[in-house]
């Protein structure tokens, strides 16, 4: 049973029961969709995308922020048969232009706050025949999305679904360069559903607050885990604001909660300065927090425990290449073992091998392979990338990445972010963690800066507390009584850390911005 014959079956198991509660945060307004309500919605737009002439392996953009009618489109064009690929809301116009181009998208669905973006790209993108816009000021060129809702029939729709049909293409961030287009089936989606399930073990009863972008794989993919048992899900509407996830926990009685480290960050610090307090504010009602999008600084893991006991932690590893979240998981029951990422979760293997794919001993540090079902099916029309990425069947990751002798992994760092001075290999997340348990330290990125003599030097951008004054000689103490001297920042930088949606430090921003400072705030 694939994840659109589960929602159509919990229409008729479940037809009263919440699927979905949006809250909108800017108008105070709460909405509550039932099982059989989505599915009928979910039915109207593949409906109206057939009667448009949307076939089977169609591609469609969509452009907005969270929101009930993402995940309507989402699964409408999928149980069309067509392919659903949204766009990051940050794309500027020349990167929504080459999405479009290399996807070949027939048909876009936006928002009204995108209307200016749209207009700009409109004339490049002749193969779309179809603008959908959803707002209350739709242009009179384009297509009013709430009334072709009113207008489409809510039959059921006879689309046959293959496992390893292509259902939806997830663009990366382009942090890497431009944006890769991921290839993923409806069995890859299938996948994430059984295995997201079963690492957080979401009863029928489960209320799982969906925080993370609609357009990026791991964001849809971690909800398919509630539609197996017919389990709620809340999510917030438009722009996430970090307090607006504790009011929601409280007032929706959240029981499940995945965050990047940065929301973690800034929640724990409205409780530090006093501005919320556990008794008040307390969020009884959630049994597990997990995080990820990011190696997990443990010093962060540690606090939120101190302050919410109550709480168990997991953590889950994965990308948009091997179907999202969970293809690595650390359970609640490794409370030692913080830090570590966890073993090959359900129905996957994963593996560390050196540079010819060869494994390598307990403590050794090489790059992370994973294998399962959830191997995308390729990069979209990159048959050389896709052929880099997965070998034998094998999703190679470019996460560095050592096990113990008890086969937990431990992330090391990105392959391409080892800074490599005089030869040898620096690991910035190891810094990173470090300086993380300062206690003036909100965030910090660590990255390489060119060097002519040893290659390339160590140099940290640290953000600090609200509220603190933090100096360059004290992250220069500190760093002293803690690390190697090879290891220690040879430039130190204040600044605010830029991160994308998904939590990632933006470390090619970083190196661009102080890649040329060098000598001018060098560390004596």
């Not at 929504?96 to 936006?110: G, H, L, N, P, T």
């Not at 079963?198 to 799982?208: C, E, G, T």
């Not at 004290?474 to 430039?491: A, F, I, M």
Request: charged fraction near 25%; proline fraction near 6%.
């Amino acid at each position: 049973m694939n994840v659109s014959e589960m929602i159509a079956r919990n229409s008729r198991t479940y037809p009263n029961k919440t699927a979905l509660v949006e809250f909108d945060p800017t108008m105070k307004t709460r909405k509550v969709v039932t099982w059989k309500e989505f599915n009928d919605r979910i039915n109207k737009v593949a409906n109206a995308l057939i009667d448009r002439g949307i076939k089977k392996g169609d591609k469609i953009h969509t452009l907005m922020y969270n929101c009930l009618e993402v995940l309507e489109i989402q699964w409408g064009a999928m149980r069309a048969g067509a392919w659903i690929a949204p766009l990051n809301f940050r794309f500027t116009a020349q990167e929504i232009i080459y999405c479009s181009e290399v996807a070949e998208a027939k048909m876009m669905i936006f928002e009204e706050g995108f209307l200016d973006r749209i207009r700009e790209v409109q004339p490049h993108l002749p193969d779309i025949k179809h603008y959908i816009c959803i707002g209350k000021n739709v242009p009179k060129d384009m297509e009013d999305f709430d009334q072709i809702m009113k207008k489409s029939s809510s039959k059921p729709v006879e689309v046959p679904l293959e496992d390893n049909a292509g259902c939806s293409l997830y663009f990366t961030s382009g942090t890497t360069g431009r944006p890769k287009p991921i290839l993923l089936t409806n069995k890859n989606i299938e996948c994430a559903a059984i295995t997201n399930n079963h690492n957080w073990n979401i009863k029928h009863d489960d209320n799982f607050l969906l925080l993370q972008p609609l357009y990026h794989a791991g964001g849809g993919m971690m909800w398919v885990g509630c539609v197996i048992v017919g389990a709620p899900a809340v999510l917030i509407k438009g722009m996430i604001k970090p307090l607006d996830v504790v009011h929601v926990v409280e007032d929706e009685n959240v029981t499940i909660l995945f965050m990047v480290v940065p929301w973690a960050l800034d929640i724990l610090g409205y409780y530090d300065r006093g501005d919320l307090n556990t008794e008040k504010f307390g969020l009884k009602s959630c049994r597990l927090l997990s995080l990820g999008g990011q190696p997990v600084p443990p010093a962060v893991i540690i606090h939120w425990l101190e302050k919410f006991p109550h709480m168990e932690y997991d953590t889950m590893y994965g990308l948009g290449e091997a179907m999202g979240p969970g293809c690595c998981h650390l359970t609640s029951n490794d409370p030692k073992r913080i830090g570590s990422i966890g073993r090959a979760s359900f129905n996957w293997e994963a593996r560390i091998v050196d540079g010819n794919g060869k494994d390598v001993a307990p403590g050794e540090v090489g790059e992370l392979i994973v294998q399962g079902n959830g191997v995308m099916k390729e990069y979209y029309k990159n048959p050389e990338k896709t052929a880099e990425t997965i070998r034998d069947g094998w999703c190679y990751t470019g996460d560095m990445a050592k096990a113990d002798e008890e086969g937990y992994l431990y992330l090391v760092d990105r392959k391409k972010d080892v800074i490599i001075y005089g030869g040898e290999n620096i690991y910035p997340v190891e810094i990173e963690d470090l300086l993380q348990h300062h206690p003036k330290v909100h965030d910090v990125g660590v990255i390489g800066i060119p060097d002519e003599r040893l290659g390339e030097v160590v140099a940290a951008v640290v953000q600090a507390k609200p509220g603190e004054t933090l100096t360059e000689e004290e992250v220069e103490k500190y760093c002293s009584d803690n690390l190697p001297k090879y290891k220690r920042p040879k430039h130190i930088f204040f600044d605010t850390i830029p991160r994308n949606p998904t939590g990632k430090i933006e470390k090619p921003v970083l190196r661009e911005k102080y890649a040329g400072f060098g000598e001018m705030f060098k560390v004596k």
